[in-house]
């Protein structure tokens, strides 16, 4: 009885995720790969993608925190490029979109639009990151 509680409120987290746009289609794809074999596949990609996320973060923070009068863009849209690609693959929609905007501040060399876009940026990781624990912890609780 109580895995039922918690099997509607996995499901309505999940599709929370999705309906506040949170997730996408690749989000999808994941959980297709998932199976009997490989229960937790779904949870293990995601952390891996915070371990590598986090790192990526710490090297635009230190790469916007460098007060030279001259910021490198073009590493800073690597490093985004590469932070974006991560977040595609789990599909983090929120976080790929102000990834998007991110680039296009840099492209543009509009530091100030990259700074402020960065926290966007965060603030969706952290935003996501929360919501996903508290689904995988229903869908553990679930089983």
């Given at each position: 009885?109580?895995?039922?509680?918690?099997?509607?409120?996995?499901?309505?987290?999940?599709?929370?995720?999705?309906d506040q746009?949170?997730?996408?289609?690749?989000?999808?794809?994941?959980?297709?790969?998932?199976?009997?074999?490989?229960?937790?596949?779904?949870?293990?990609?995601?952390?891996?993608?915070?371990?590598?996320?986090?790192?990526?973060?710490?090297?635009?923070?230190?790469a916007l925190?460098?007060?030279?009068?001259?910021?490198?863009?073009?590493?800073?849209?690597?490093?985004?490029?590469?932070?974006?690609?991560?977040?595609?693959?789990?599909?983090?929609?929120?976080?790929?979109?102000?990834?998007?905007?991110?680039?296009?501040?840099?492209?543009?060399?509009?530091?100030?639009?990259?700074?402020?876009?960065?926290?966007?940026?965060?603030?969706?990781?952290?935003?996501?990151?929360?919501?996903?624990?508290?689904?995988?912890?229903?869908?553990?609780?679930?089983?």
């Amino acid at each position: 009885m109580e895995g039922n509680h918690f099997q509607r409120q996995a499901a309505y987290t999940r599709k929370t995720l999705f309906d506040q746009g949170y997730l996408d289609e690749q989000f999808i794809q994941l959980e297709d790969l998932q199976d009997d074999a490989n229960p937790n596949f779904v949870e293990e990609v995601v952390k891996l993608f915070y371990t590598d996320s986090a790192r990526l973060i710490r090297n635009i923070d230190l790469a916007l925190a460098d007060n030279s009068s001259h910021f490198d863009f073009e590493k800073l849209d690597d490093i985004m490029h590469q932070f974006k690609g991560s977040s595609s693959s789990i599909g983090a929609k929120k976080i790929k979109k102000e990834c998007t905007q991110f680039q296009e501040y840099c492209n543009a060399g509009n530091l100030e639009g990259c700074t402020r876009t960065f926290q966007q940026v965060k603030q969706e990781h952290a935003t996501l990151k929360r919501k996903l624990e508290s689904y995988f912890q229903l869908t553990r609780q679930a089983r």
